[in-house]
């Protein structure tokens, strides 16, 4: 195959995965925690949900350590990962004081909360809260529609069929 069009097909494919990634938090009036249409679908009616959901994913937005251990912590949650203060150093490089005062914001919000270890007294676990897992579930069933309407399946069937 020619290398052209492998290089049209993993662009166009590229691009229909950054417009998905930015589609949630995109704030305009078709954003999933502004329009009136997905607060039912979404949210159940519930415009409270929405505004605890807004106030996550601006606190998320704002700076990279934050974005990046509030998704390690829930990831670790479905992944049945033990979530410490250790394992989530090593794994993101983020300093220690700085996961600490997310850990500690998030927390005070009620998106997660810590618990010692049964097996080892000496972790205190990080696990998110029932409000936080509602959150990315809303967040995931925001990602399904965005998805089905766009192209990726098209995108990705034809990266497939170029790399298998």
């Known amino acids: ?8 097909v993993l662009t166009q494919y590229a691009s229909t995965v950054a417009q998905l990634e930015v589609a949630p938090i995109n704030y305009t009036n078709n954003d999933i925690l502004t329009n009136d249409k997905h607060i039912e679908t979404l ?6 949900l929405r505004d605890q959901h807004r106030r ?19 990831s670790d949650y479905y992944a049945k ?10 794994r993101t490089t ?3 004081n700085a996961i600490s ?22 972790e205190t676990l990080i696990l998110p809260t029932g409000i936080r897992i509602k959150l ?3 967040y995931a069933l925001g990602r399904f529609f965005a998805h089905d309407k766009s192209d990726i399946q098209k995108s990705h069937n034809l ?6």
């Open 159 to 164: 990266l497939k069929a170029l790399h298998l």
């Open 43 to 48: 949210y159940g009616g519930d415009t409270n």
């Open 101 to 122: 005062q997310v850990i500690k914001t998030s927390v005070a919000e009620g998106w997660v909360f810590k618990k010692v270890n049964p097996m080892n007294n000496k």
């Open 81 to 90: 990962n033990l979530c410490i203060l250790s394992s989530l150093e090593q």
């Open 56 to 74: 996550l994913v601006n606190y998320m937005g704002s700076t990279m350590v934050r974005f990046v251990i509030s998704r390690t912590i829930i």
């Open 94 to 96: 983020f300093t220690r």
């Open 1 to 8: 195959m020619d290398q052209a069009v492998k290089d049209k």
């Open 136 to 138: 990315w579930e809303v």
